[in-house]
Every structure is written in structure tokens, then in C-alpha cells.
T-cell receptor, first 113, second 113 residues
Framework: EAQVTQNPRYLITVTGKKLTVTCSQN?????MSWYRQDPGLGLRQIYY???????DKGDVPEGYKVSRKEKRNFPLILESPSPNQTSLYFC????????????FGPGTRLTVT | DQQVKQNSPSLSVQEGRISILNCDYT??????FLWYKKYPAEGPTFLIS?????DKNEDGRFTVFLNKSAKHLSLHIVPSQPGDSAVYFC????????????FGQGTRLTINP
């Protein structure tokens, strides 16, 4: 089954404790991205990657890091989480080219206390 | 600076009637528009899209209309069904470059039996 998976689905952590949210897709897509969803703000892009070893900032990259060492994986790293990073996070992927329809993972609900 | 706006946070419609969800955008460079549907505890799923060279696109019960001069698009669902109850996001993109999706805030649609 073609899908984007994220782990963990739910996470409660404390300020400053480094964490990683994993994202993996099995569709051989070149393009992957991370979004956060907040009430009244919709989905905002954090980082995206056009292909392996090619990443770039989205609209709200502060406090986040990413890496793309393999085509299928695109982990999101929070080196020192803060309460304002409490949010619902989505990973998405799509093939390169004129294909705008992104496939989203199920989401990771993160709470930073 | 919200480039894509959905001004109605919620909409309630009776089953069998038409649901109309609206979206406005400010960036005249956008040339591709999409609607996504999101159920609780799931990621958004692609619903329908439209290129700026068209003013209408239909897919079954779903029709998207684009008014470029007004920078406005709408999603019509006819007839509305209980399974259509979800949050709907509109998104816009520019064909050239990174083809980033910019999302609106979302509209929660409730279909009442």
C-alpha cells in the first residue's frame, strides 16, 4: 500500500529535550516536506526537500532541522524544543514535476511542556 | 501575511443540499489551486484541483470554480453527504520553482442529517 508513515503519532516532552520525528514514504517520491498545523493558521511549511541531500527552508523553519540522506526518509529534528512548537505535524511527499498533489502522513501531535 | 484565506472557520449544511466553501488569495503569481479534505486523526487527502487556465473543474459531486479577476475560488459539493463532514483546506502553488503549496486556514464542514 502506497503511504507516508510518521512516528511517533503522539509525543509529550519537556522543553530542551532533543527529539526526532521520523517520516518515511514507499512511493519513490523525490519531493518531501514537513508542515505544522495550528488553529486559525492552517498548514504552514517548515522545510522541504527536492531530492536526496537537497533541502530548503519553508515558511517557519526556526527551531527545526531536517536531513535527507535516503530518498524514502525525511526526519524532522527539534534540537531544543520549546512550548511554541506544540503543534500537529504532517509529513508529505509527491513525485517531482508537474504533480502538485501531495500525499500526507497521518500526523504527529507534539506537546512541549 | 496570509496569502491564502478561508474566511469561514465553519459551515453547517443539511444532507442533500449544496455545500459551498470559499477561498481567496492575494498572490497573483499562483497558477494552480487545490482542495484537500481532512478527517480527525488523519492527514489531509487530495480532493480536486484546477489550473489557472481553466475556470471550472468537475469530479463527480465536487466542482471547483476559479475567478482569477477576483482572486477567488470555491468548492461546491452536490449533493452533500454525511461522509463529507471534515475540514477542507484550499491551497495554491506557483508552477515554476519549488512548487510550494500555500494553505488556507481551513473550513470545518458539518453535514446534518
Amino acid at each position: 500500500e502506497a503511504q507516508v508513515t510518521q512516528n511517533p503519532r503522539y509525543l509529550i516532552t519537556v522543553t530542551g529535550k532533543k527529539l526526532t520525528v521520523t517520516c518515511s514514504q514507499n512511493m519513490n517520491h523525490e519531493y518531501m516536506s514537513w508542515y505544522r498545523q495550528d488553529p486559525g493558521l492552517g498548514l504552514r511549511q517548515i522545510y522541504y526537500s527536492m531530492n536526496v541531500e537537497v533541502t530548503d527552508k519553508g515558511d517557519v523553519p526556526e527551531g527545526y532541522k531536517v536531513s535527507r540522506k535516503e530518498k524514502r526518509n525525511f526526519p524532522l529534528i527539534l534540537e531544543s524544543p520549546s512550548p511554541n512548537q506544540t503543534s500537529l505535524y504532517f509529513c508529505a511527499s509527491r513525485p517531482q514535476g508537474l504533480a502538485y498533489e501531495q500525499y500526507f502522513g497521518p500526523g504527529t501531535r507534539l506537546t512541549v511542556t | 501575511d496570509q496569502q491564502v484565506k478561508q474566511n469561514s472557520p465553519s459551515l453547517s449544511v443539511q444532507e442533500g443540499r449544496i455545500s459551498i466553501l470559499n477561498c481567496d488569495y492575494t498572490n497573483s503569481m499562483f497558477d494552480y489551486f487545490l482542495w484537500y479534505k481532512k478527517y480527525p486523526a488523519e492527514g489531509p487527502t487530495f480532493l480536486i484541483s484546477i489550473s489557472s487556465i481553466k475556470d471550472k473543474n468537475e469530479d463527480g459531486r465536487f466542482t471547483v470554480f476559479l475567478n482569477k479577476s477576483a482572486k477567488h475560488l470555491s468548492l461546491h459539493i452536490v449533493p452533500s453527504q454525511p461522509g463529507d463532514s471534515a475540514v477542507y483546506f484550499c491551497a495554491a502553488s506557483v508552477v515554476q520553482g519549488a512548487q510550494k503549496l500555500v494553505f488556507g486556514q481551513g473550513t470545518r464542514l458539518t453535514i446534518n442529517p
